[in-house]
């Protein structure tokens, strides 16, 4: 049901052009609040505001898969522009996993980063590191 929703919710934004400026780099600018709407205010260090002013890649972008293999649907609103690498080890939760850890490790809230695993296993960022003393 997410799904499809979300499919709604991206086709209505790509078919409405008064909602998308071309010449936006971030979602802040890229997509336009409604007529009658206003954007919230984020502080500076949220995790929101860090994703609304992330870069897009430009407007009408070809999609790629890990592969090098064009998406068969080209329906986005906006791309960001990240580097996904050449292996298949980013899907849907994982991009957004990868994101969130990028944030907290750009504000240095290392002890934050953490992943749950689905069998209850948790692995800490910290656990992760090298010690380098």
Same mark, same amino acid.
């Given at each position: 049901? =997410?799904?499809? !929703?979300?499919?709604?919710?991206?086709?209505? !934004?790509?078919?409405?052009?008064?909602?998308?400026?071309?010449?936006?780099?971030?979602?802040?600018?890229?997509?336009?609040?409604?007529?009658?709407?206003?954007?919230?205010?984020?502080?500076?260090?949220?995790? #929101?505001?860090?994703?609304?002013?992330?870069?897009?890649?430009?407007?009408?972008?070809?999609?790629?898969?890990?592969?090098?293999?064009?998406?068969?649907?080209? $329906?986005?609103?906006?791309?960001?522009? !990240?580097?996904? #690498?050449?292996?298949?080890?980013?899907?849907?939760?994982?991009? $957004?996993?990868?994101?969130?850890?990028?944030?907290?490790?750009?504000? =240095?809230?290392?002890?934050?980063?953490?992943?749950?695993?689905?069998?209850?296993?948790? $692995?800490?960022? =910290?656990? #992760?590191?090298?010690?380098?003393?």
């Amino acid at each position: 049901m =997410k799904a499809i !929703i979300l499919i709604t919710v991206l086709l209505f !934004i790509t078919s409405n052009t008064s909602l998308i400026n071309p010449a936006g780099t971030t979602i802040a600018t890229r997509i336009n609040v409604p007529k009658g709407y206003k954007r919230m205010e984020l502080d500076s260090t949220s995790f #929101g505001y860090y994703l609304r002013n992330f870069p897009l890649k430009h407007h009408n972008s070809t999609v790629y898969q890990y592969d090098g293999a064009e998406k068969y649907a080209q $329906v986005y609103a906006a791309v960001l522009d !990240i580097d996904v #690498g050449t292996k298949d080890l980013q899907q849907c939760a994982d991009a $957004v996993m990868r994101l969130r850890a990028e944030y907290l490790y750009k504000r =240095k809230l290392y002890d934050k980063i953490h992943f749950n695993f689905t069998n209850g296993f948790i $692995v800490e960022f =910290k656990n #992760g590191q090298k010690d380098t003393e």
